[in-house]
């Protein structure tokens, strides 16, 4: 049976993972440093511009509307559906990112409406919404 002495050992803390971290980061805000060191060693004046746009700015959304009889508008202008798969077409060939908002009736048929997304996915477009709005429930 071993016997108990009185002495008790005092928990230690070991500092050596903790010194290891501080050592790293050390390191890594000194390499920062000399990076930036690096891009600033070059005299060279920059231009300087008033108002930086870009270059292209991003299309509008393709609004088509889908009326109650199955009629398609776009702009205020009545399109069939070919003339609809030419013009998305055309505006994906223009902007790959091109999107398309469908406003339809809710009163019209839904095929209406699936006919139009049948379109968008032949030519390839992602990006399709289906307009709605927030139904008054006073």
Known sequence: ?????????????DLTPMIDIVFLL?????????????????????????????????PDDIIVNVQQDGAISINGEN???TELESLLKTSVQNFPGQSVVIRGDSTGPYQNVMNILEICHRVKIRSVSLANRLRDDS
Not at 3 to 11: A, I
């Open 79 to 81: 399109k069939s559906l």
């Open 26 to 58: 050390i390191i890594f805000f000194m390499v920062g440093t000399q990076f930036t060191e690096m891009e600033r060693q070059y005299d060279i004046k920059l231009p300087t511009v008033t108002d930086a746009k870009p270059l292209t700015n991003l």
């Open 1 to 13: 049976m071993p016997l108990k002495t009185g002495t008790v050992e005092e928990p230690k803390l």
